[in-house]
């Protein structure tokens, strides 16, 4: 049986949620880092998206890599380190894909984003740190499923098998 779940009103709330939250907390100095290199026309749509979306909620988003551009992995690698010591990063999303030039290194990029800054989850630290409750929360993509699952009334799928398209 198959069942189409809508999350426009779930995102609507949370949104409004998030507006409160970015203006009950001091984040006027605060700001989340996109890792965002080359040129991809995707990936430059949905660098637009974020950044507008964390405009509507009150919270600011830089991106790194464009200007000035990130070209090799040591000035990418560089600009992580970077942001690890700025306590005024709360959390890094790098968009991928990554350049041809650095897609080898995909793996070891990812794993150099401190899990505690690590939005997307795609880091293997954050996995590690997610599986042994030392993080409490999931990258985006996964928590949208889990949440979907919840409003629709399907949060206990222990055991069971389930299709997600």
Do not use: W
């Not at 009950?24 to 507008?52: C, L, Q, W």
């Not at 790098?94 to 997307?120: F, V, W």
């Not at 499923?145 to 799928?157: E, I, K, N, S």
């Amino acid at each position: 049986m198959a069942i189409l779940m809508k999350g426009t009103d779930i995102a609507n709330q949370m949104k409004a949620e998030l507006t409160q939250r970015a203006r009950e907390n001091d984040f006027a100095h605060k700001y989340v880092a996109i890792m965002y290199v080359g040129d991809n026309p995707a990936s430059a749509t949905y660098v637009r998206m974020k950044m507008k979306f964390a405009h509507e909620i009150g919270l600011q988003l830089k991106v790194f890599g464009q200007d000035p551009k990130i070209e090799t992995y040591e000035q990418l690698m560089d600009t992580i380190v970077e942001l690890s010591y700025d306590d005024d990063c709360v959390g890094v999303m790098p968009q991928l894909p990554l350049t041809p030039e650095l897609r080898p290194h995909l793996m070891e990029i990812l794993d150099a984003l401190p899990p505690y800054k690590d939005i997307d989850g795609l880091s293997g630290g954050f996995m590690g740190q997610y599986l042994t409750e030392q993080i409490d929360f999931l990258g985006a993509t996964p928590q949208a499923v889990f949440t979907l699952l919840d409003h629709y009334g399907y949060g206990d799928l222990y055991g069971k098998t389930i299709t997600i398209v």
